[in-house]
């Protein structure tokens, strides 16, 4: 791998070399990554910068708002908002899509995100970060709705998270491999440091949070209880279990060694199909575990390839090293 590649070359020599990156698409991605070291400077100072603790308002999911969830949101949107190459952005955060002003160009896609995923960790100094997806605006029609956001997964054209742990990496797809660029903050900015992420089809190590066992469908149940049972049960072999309660923390560590993330379904609230949000963090993570070699279903379909027809809709998410993934959406369809 060539040393001290900045993303801007990385992603110029992409557009040059196989043209997968558009202009417009190369650009969007430089303000979001832009967007990302400046919530990271934010994240950085703590309880300096007073960005701590709750704002006193809920969002449209009837979270309490942290201070740092409302400051990257509108970090992400007063980047984004005036390049021209975007037509409308949809965030956790907020209820509707936020359409491109009309004193500003508007370009051909759509950008969502989650701005701060893991709130519950900013205030106890645990990793957090930003996961977005983008799609292309269908075409055909002017304007933006809502419902130009209603497109599987396997639509999306990038996807992408900034991990704000001991090192803010930015980890990227835009449908050739996963690459991984960490933030120099001498240089201020972000650097190659892994291209071609492989997540291992095998692993030892799973990710759930185990307080809710006895709400969980049985095939999870299974297939924890198997893992529980270690080298004497059907397994063969000890496993490990993390859970850092911040799916891009939990997720950033399948991407470097390996393992499965599970946040199923369960019997507490049986008519959400889980509690993950399908369009910004499901399906940009779904894309990149894919694009590594793992696979990410809702414990019956593959997450990609399912429709939306809500822009905060919720899913059950399985994901990570193919094999592991595979079994435990086995263990559904036996159900
Ligand atoms: P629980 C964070 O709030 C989040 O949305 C994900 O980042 C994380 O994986 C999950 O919820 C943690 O949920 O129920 O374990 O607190």
New binding site residues.
């Given amino acids: 791998m060539k040393k001290n590649v900045s993303l801007t070359r990385y992603l110029v020599e992409q557009q040059r070399d196989d043209g997968l990156i558009p202009g417009q698409l190369r650009l969007l991605l430089e303000v979001v990554a832009r967007a990302c070291k400046r919530i990271s400077q934010s994240v950085n100072k703590g309880a300096i910068g007073d960005v701590l603790g709750t704002a006193g308002s809920e969002n449209v999911q009837g979270e309490v708002q942290k201070k740092l969830d409302i400051i990257a949101n509108e970090v992400l949107i007063e980047a984004n908002e005036w390049g021209g190459h975007l037509a409308a952005m949809a965030s956790e955060e907020m209820e509707g899509i936020y359409l491109v002003p009309n004193r500003y160009p508007h370009g051909e896609y759509l950008l969502m995100f989650d701005p701060l995923?893991?709130?519950?960790n900013i205030d106890v100094n645990v990793s957090i970060g930003t996961i977005f997806s983008v799609l292309k605006k269908p075409d055909g029609h002017p304007g933006v709705t809502e419902q130009d956001f209603m497109q599987p997964g396997s639509q999306q054209v990038a996807a992408g998270y900034c991990i704000y742990g001991p090192q803010t990496t930015l980890v990227l797809t835009v449908g050739a491999g996963v690459a991984m660029f960490t933030l120099d903050r001498e240089q201020g900015s972000f650097v190659l440091v892994q291209e071609n992420v492989r997540i291992p089809e095998d692993t030892k190590e799973f990710a759930i949070?185990m307080s809710n066992m006895r709400h969980w469908d049985a095939p999870v149940k299974r297939y924890v209880d198997e893992c529980l049972a270690g080298v004497e049960g059907p397994r063969g072999k000890d496993f490990n279990m993390r859970?850092i309660?911040?799916?891009?923390a939990?997720v950033h560590r399948i991407m470097t060694r390996g393992g499965i993330f599970m946040?199923p379904w369960d019997k507490r609230e049986p008519h959400k199909p889980g509690?993950?949000r399908l369009m910004y963090e499901a399906n940009p993570m779904a894309w990149l575990v894919e694009q590594a070699g793992g696979a990410a279903t809702n414990g019956k379909q593959r997450i990609l390839d399912l429709q939306p027809t809500q822009l905060h809709e919720r899913v059950s998410v399985i994901l990570g090293s193919k094999n592991e993934v595979e079994k435990v959406t086995r263990y559904h369809s036996e159900a």
């Fill in positions: 995923d893991g709130s519950s949070n859970w309660a911040s799916m891009v939990d946040y509690k993950l």
